[in-house]
Every structure is written in structure tokens, then in C-alpha cells.
């Protein structure tokens, strides 16, 4: 059975910085690429940036380009995002998610509909 579980949210001034983790459990996560979503109230969850196995980041959503960066350590089963000058509109629920073995990362403007296994987010809120 796959498990995500997300963590690392909080509340945040703007400009402040939060790296959000992502441990999997019940698959080779060596072997999937992984990837970040977000979803704000009343707005359909949306790609932050993918990473493959090998280390590979295909692209970030435009919005988050030079704040946000993806990253993974293999040895901990864990995925990372550090989130650096936040603003008001990083506000939302962050998700993390694997593809299945070995299938690519899709960029991030093919949204969520490639990917299966979901944990419960973790809330992220930054105050201006």
C-alpha cells in the first residue's frame, strides 16, 4: 500500500521561506518520479515542478521560478520544496505525489491527472 505523507506547512510572513518534506512508503522510491502540487480554496490543484529518479526536473510552474526549488534525497525516501519569498499568493494546500515506476515526469501544465497516489497536503499560509 503507497503512503504520502506531507509536512514542513505553516504560517509565514511574506518573504519568509519554508521547505515543505514528502516521505513515500510502499514503493521503490528510487525508481518514480516525484512531484509538488498546490491547490487554493475555490482553485484546481496545480503543478509546482517534477523531479525524476535520476534527478532530472523538468520545468516549474511560471509563477514560482527562481523562489521554488525541487529536490530529493534518495537515501531518506524523501522529496523536498523550499519555498524562498513567499507572498499571499503561495497561500494554499501543498501535495506531493509519485508517478509509477519508471514513467516520466509530465510537465507541469498537464496538471495532476497522471498521477495516483496523494497524501493529505500540508497548509501553507503566508500573511502579508
Do not use: H
Not at 41 to 46: A, F, L, M, S, V
Not at 74 to 93: E, F, G, I, R, V
Request: one cysteine or more; glycine letters at 10%; charged letters at 20%.
Amino acid at each position: 500500500q503507497v503512503q504520502v505523507v506531507e509536512s514542513g506547512g505553516g504560517l509565514v510572513q511574506a518573504g519568509g521561506s519554508l521547505r515543505l518534506s514528502c516521505t513515500v512508503s510502499g514503493l521503490n522510491f528510487d525508481d518514480v518520479a516525484m512531484a509538488w502540487f498546490r491547490q487554493a480554496p475555490g482553485k484546481e490543484r496545480e503543478g509546482i515542478s517534477c523531479i525524476s529518479w535520476t534527478d532530472r526536473i523538468t520545468d516549474y510552474m511560471k509563477s514560482v521560478i527562481g523562489r521554488f526549488t525541487i529536490s530529493r534525497d534518495n537515501s531518506k525516501n524523501t522529496l523536498y520544496l523550499q519555498m524562498n519569498n513567499l507572498t499571499p499568493d503561495d497561500t494554499a494546500m501543498y501535495y506531493c505525489a509519485p508517478r509509477e515506476q519508471y514513467y516520466p515526469c509530465p510537465s507541469t501544465a498537464q496538471g495532476d491527472s497522471l498521477f495516483r497516489f496523494w497524501g493529505q497536503g500540508t497548509q501553507v499560509t503566508v500573511s502579508s
